[in-house]
């Protein structure tokens, strides 16, 4: 199996990348993907598809899937780590959005996304065990690109119009475009994630966030329809906790599927109670934990050049501070393939309208996430009230409580009136 012949040439099978193939397909652009894993399986825990991007894979034809696979979030709710309601608000529908938020297995998204592009493009758009290795040169309006079959070793090349690096954070294509960038930059926290079935707890589909990343803060949220059907919660967590470091000063790579260890995030959420849920037993019952730190880049200047551009983690890895990583990546795979068809035969000037697009608003928010306004505010109630409250109006100012919603919309980058107002993105 090759990646011979097409028009445009994505690597990375991730969400993004394979968002990216289903819209250049529905915009009757030709695409392959690559993806140097063997086998795509549904790896991974658990994210959050905000309404702007629920609504372009929605137009994409998936409303049905993830309807059926994820859980749609009612509410995010904020308490201190005694379990004392802070702030919350309603979410997706409840919000005034025309399209709902999803909390789903980023695994099982995938493979919706997988099965889509196979079902319409093809078993041969996704090839499977082929990794990027560089461009060689451009004849005329082809790129050569150079890849590698990872299970012969060997190396062959391919000419395209255009190629996407949707390769992640350590993105291959990335670091041909800027070399010598190093590392990820870390912020001195680090993240514990697992999931477990559990009982339905907070009210069945509230996201909640407990305590605040100054020290240590929870995320809990329900990820799974078929776990709802049958009268039980398939509970996402992660817990973060800050460490006395230098930015950037990380021991090992940023690696999703590194394993943790109960013993090293147990102590710090001893005797945790969020409402019904007893926080260290959640933790207890789960099978695999993943342990990560959090990490970005600093916003690039431009992304691409010539036929060469970037998108998802590739171009803007953010902090998972506003839920908003994923959407993002949804929201880059859906203007480039509106910009390459408005601007069809030309695919540079359709990359780098694409890049016009999306690269001043991801680095906005990038540099929303590193600020963590909301998180500013949760620790000016740990210092206030460091043993709980009973009243948040004793802790909080009106115009404090008010900073949250702000926080929230700043990090979230999306408006309810504009997104239910504007027209679609959709070419095809």
């Not at 390769?167 to 990820?184: I, M, N």
């Amino acid at each position: 199996m090759n990646a011979a012949n097409a028009d445009v040439l994505v690597a990375g099978a991730g969400i993004g990348g394979l968002t990216a193939a289903l819209s250049l397909h529905a915009a009757g652009i030709g695409v392959r993907v690559i993806e140097p894993v063997q086998v795509l399986r549904p790896v991974g825990v658990g994210i959050n598809l905000l309404p702007h991007a629920v609504r372009e894979l929605t137009e994409l034809g998936l409303g049905e899937q993830l309807a059926a696979t994820g859980v749609a979030t009612a509410r995010m709710v904020h308490y201190d780590r005694h379990g004392n309601r802070i702030w919350g608000e309603p979410r997706g529908h409840a919000l005034g959005y025309h399209w709902p938020q999803y909390s789903i297995h980023r695994g099982a998204l995938q493979m919706i996304l997988l099965d889509a592009v196979r079902e319409r493009l093809g078993e041969r758009a996704v090839v499977t065990g082929t990794a990027f290795v560089r461009c060689a040169e451009t004849e005329g309006q082809l790129l050569r690109v150079i890849l590698r079959d990872l299970a012969r070793g060997r190396e062959h090349s391919v000419r395209v119009r255009a190629l996407i690096g949707a390769d992640g954070l350590y993105s291959t294509v990335r670091a041909r475009l800027h070399p010598g960038e190093g590392p990820p930059l870390w912020n001195g926290i680090r993240m514990w994630r697992g999931v477990a079935e559990w009982d339905p707890v907070l009210g069945g589909r509230t996201v909640a966030i407990a305590g605040s990343n100054a020290h240590a803060k929870l995320v809990v949220y329900p990820i799974s329809g078929e776990a709802e059907r049958r009268g039980r919660a398939l509970l996402n967590w992660v817990a973060e906790v800050r460490f006395p470091v230098e930015h950037g000063g990380m021991s090992g790579a940023a690696d999703w599927n590194r394993s943790g260890r109960l013993s090293d995030v147990l102590p710090y959420f001893a005797g945790w109670r969020i409402g019904d849920l007893d926080v260290p037993a959640l933790f207890a019952a789960t099978r695999r934990i993943l342990e990560y730190p959090m990490v970005d880049r600093e916003p690039l200047p431009r992304w691409g050049r010539g036929p060469v551009t970037l998108l998802g983690d590739a171009a803007h890895p953010m902090y998972p501070v506003g839920s908003n990583g994923g959407s993002q990546a949804v929201l880059d795979a859906r203007v480039l393939a509106r910009s390459l068809a408005v601007n069809d035969p030309d695919r540079v000037a359709g990359l780098r309208a694409y890049e016009e697009v999306r690269r001043e608003a991801t680095a906005e928010l990038v540099l929303a996430n590193r600020s963590m306004p909301a998180d500013r505010l949760l620790q000016v109630v740990a210092e206030r009230a460091p043993e709980g409250f009973e009243r948040v109006e004793d802790v909080l100012t009106p115009e404090e409580l008010s900073e949250l919603d702000a926080a929230y919309r700043w990090t979230t980058g999306t408006d309810v009136a504009e997104l239910n107002g504007r027209g679609s993105w959709g070419v095809g």
